[in-house]
Nanobody
Framework: QVQLVESGGGLVQAGGSLRLSCAAS????????MAWHRQAAGKEREFVAT????????RYADSVKGRFTISRDNDKNTVYLQMNTLKPEDTAIYYC??????????WGQGTQVTVSS
C-alpha cells in the first residue's frame, strides 16, 4: 500500500521560511517523479513544483520560482520543499504526490501552511 506522509507545515510570518517533507512508502514501480501542489481555501488545487527521479530535472510554478526549492533523497524515499520569503498568498494546504513508472498518481493527506502578514 502506497503512503505519502507530509510534515513541516505550520504558522509563519511573511518573509519567513518553512521546510516541508514528504516520506513515501510502498512505491514498487521506480523510477517515480514527485511533486508538490497546494490548495488555498475556496480555490482549486494548483501545481507548485515537481522533481524527476534522479533529481536532475525540476519545474516550478511561476508564483514560487526563486523562492521555493524542491529536492529529494531517494535513500530516504523523501521529497522536500524549502519555502523562503513566504507571502500571505502562499497560505494553503500543501499536498505531496508521486507518479510511478506505470503512470499512477498517489497523494498525501496534506499539511497546512499559514503565512501571516
Amino acid at each position: 500500500q502506497v503512503q505519502l506522509v507530509e510534515s513541516g507545515g505550520g504558522l509563519v510570518q511573511a518573509g519567513g521560511s518553512l521546510r516541508l517533507s514528504c516520506a513515501a512508502s510502498g512505491l514498487t514501480f521506480s523510477p517515480y517523479s514527485m511533486a508538490w501542489h497546494r490548495q488555498a481555501a475556496g480555490k482549486e488545487r494548483e501545481f507548485v513544483a515537481t522533481i524527476s527521479w534522479g533529481g536532475g530535472s525540476t519545474r516550478y510554478a511561476d508564483s514560487v520560482k526563486g523562492r521555493f526549492t524542491i529536492s529529494r533523497d531517494n535513500d530516504k524515499n523523501t521529497v522536500y520543499l524549502q519555502m523562503n520569503t513566504l507571502k500571505p498568498e502562499d497560505t494553503a494546504i500543501y499536498y505531496c504526490s508521486a507518479r510511478d513508472g506505470a503512470g499512477t498518481d498517489y497523494w498525501g493527506q496534506g499539511t497546512q501552511v499559514t503565512v501571516s502578514s
